[in-house]
C-alpha cells in the first residue's frame, strides 16, 4: 500500500523557520496533486497548502505569504517551506497525495512554534 513518509517536524521559536518533506512512494508522482494540512489542538483540520501536478498552488490565507509549497518530481517529493513561524501555526502536519480517485494521508509530523 502507498505510504507518505513525513519529516522536518520539531519545536521552533516564534519568528523561525522550518522546512517539512514528504516522500511517496509510486510511478505517477508528477501528476499527482500534493497537499499539506494541518490540525492544531481543539481545531478543525485544514488545508494549508496544495500543488498540482502542472505546478499550480494554493495557500490557506492564515499561510499565504509565510509558508511555500514545492515539489521535487524526481524526488518523488513535496516540501513546504514555513516561515515567520507564529505559535498559531502549532499543529500536526500531514502530507497528502491526491489523484482520482485516489486519496493518501501521511502519519503527520509534529510542529511546535513556541513563544
Known amino acids: 500500500q502507498v505510504q507518505l513518509v513525513e519529516s522536518g517536524g520539531g519545536l521552533v521559536q516564534a519568528g523561525g523557520s522550518l522546512r517539512l518533506s514528504c516522500a511517496a512512494p509510486?510511478?505517477?508522482?508528477?501528476?499527482?496533486?500534493m497537499g499539506w494540512y494541518r490540525q492544531a489542538p481543539g481545531k478543525q483540520r485544514e488545508l494549508v497548502a496544495r500543488?498540482?501536478?502542472?505546478?499550480?498552488?494554493n495557500y490557506a490565507d492564515a499561510v499565504r505569504g509565510r509558508f511555500t509549497i514545492s515539489r521535487d518530481n524526481a524526488k518523488n517529493s513535496v516540501y513546504l517551506q514555513m516561515n515567520s513561524l507564529k505559535p498559531a501555526d502549532t499543529a500536526v502536519y500531514y502530507c497528502?497525495?491526491?489523484?482520482?480517485?485516489?486519496?493518501?494521508w501521511g502519519q503527520g509530523t509534529q510542529v511546535t512554534v513556541s513563544s
Open positions: 500543488i498540482t501536478g502542472g505546478g499550480s498552488t
Open positions: 509510486g510511478n505517477s508522482f508528477s501528476i499527482t496533486t
Open positions: 497528502t497525495q491526491s489523484y482520482r480517485p485516489y486519496y493518501y
